[in-house]
Antibody, heavy 128, light 110 residues
Framework: QVQLQQSGPGLVKPSQTLSLTCAIS??????????WNWIRQSPSRGLEWLGR?????????DYAVSVKSRITINPETPKNHFSLQLNSVTPEDTAVYYC??????????????????WGQGALVTVSS | QSVLTQPPSASGTPGQRVTISCSGS????????LHWYQQLPGTAPKVLIY???QRPSGVPDRFSGSRSGTSASLAISGLRSEDEADYYC???????????FGGGTKLTVL
């Protein structure tokens, strides 16, 4: 059974960098059939996908347009975890942040993914 | 404002059947599978339906999904008090190269 354990500070000052880590057990960050995502949730923005990293013979990243200039998601294979860095935060980045794994599956000749496992969530507040 | 549109609220009495809709444009719903997530209070979302109408193991068959063109629906039959939660649809958006979520529907069991 895959489990995701998040860690990181709950309070970040404006203009600084938000950093979170998601430790994976029961799967490998280098899996060829999973992607590793960061998603956040706030009352004003609802659920918002931030980006993902995944390995398909080499490493790939996709990022949401809304945060593309400020975000980095990195896999860390020796520790089997992945991280989120969001730069130049403002109070609008205050949210509950989740890591999530998405499972790739194929049916009827088409392939897709869905978010199968989620971390416990962590409230990150941006405030001075 | 979410790119997938859901009604903000829905309600029903125990035993009833309720449906929650999700609509969007061709770039994400029309071309890609749609998934549904249930979020109980204070917990992370959990997949309820994937691939438009597939239930993961462990999800009761009271939950079903359907899709017609650029719209999709989640149906819950035999409504129970424990179904009171927020429900979200999600799909991959080819034009944004990213995942998009609906705004969520809060289901109240009266």
């Amino acid at each position: 059974q895959v489990q995701l354990q998040q860690s990181g500070p709950g309070l970040v000052k404006p203009s600084q960098t938000l950093s979170l880590t998601c430790a994976i057990s029961g799967d490998s960050v280098s899996s060829n059939s999973a992607s590793w995502n960061w998603i956040r949730q706030s009352p004003s923005r609802g659920l918002e996908w931030l980006g993902r990293t995944y390995y398909r013979s080499k490493w790939y990243n996709d990022y949401a347009v809304s945060v593309k200039s400020r975000i980095t998601i990195n896999p860390e294979t020796p520790k089997n975890h992945f991280s989120l860095q969001l730069n130049s935060v403002t109070p609008e980045d205050t949210a509950v942040y989740y890591c999530a794994s998405s499972l790739r599956y194929c049916t009827g000749g088409r392939c897709s993914e869905f978010f199968q496992h989620w971390g416990q969530g962590a409230l990150v507040t941006v405030s001075s | 404002q979410s790119v997938l549109t859901q009604p903000p609220s829905a309600s029903g009495t125990p035993g009833q059947r309720v449906t929650i809709s999700c609509s969007g444009s061709n770039s994400y719903i029309g071309n890609n599978y749609l998934h549904w997530y249930q979020q109980l209070p204070g917990t992370a979302p959990k997949v309820l339906i994937y691939g438009n109408n597939q239930r993961p193991s462990g999800v009761p068959d009271r939950f079903s999904g359907s899709r017609s063109g650029t719209s999709a629906s989640l149906a819950i039959s035999g409504l129970r008090s424990e179904d009171e939660a927020d429900y979200y649809c999600a799909a991959w958006d080819d034009s944004l190269s990213g995942w998009v979520f609906g705004g969520g529907t809060k289901l109240t069991v009266l």
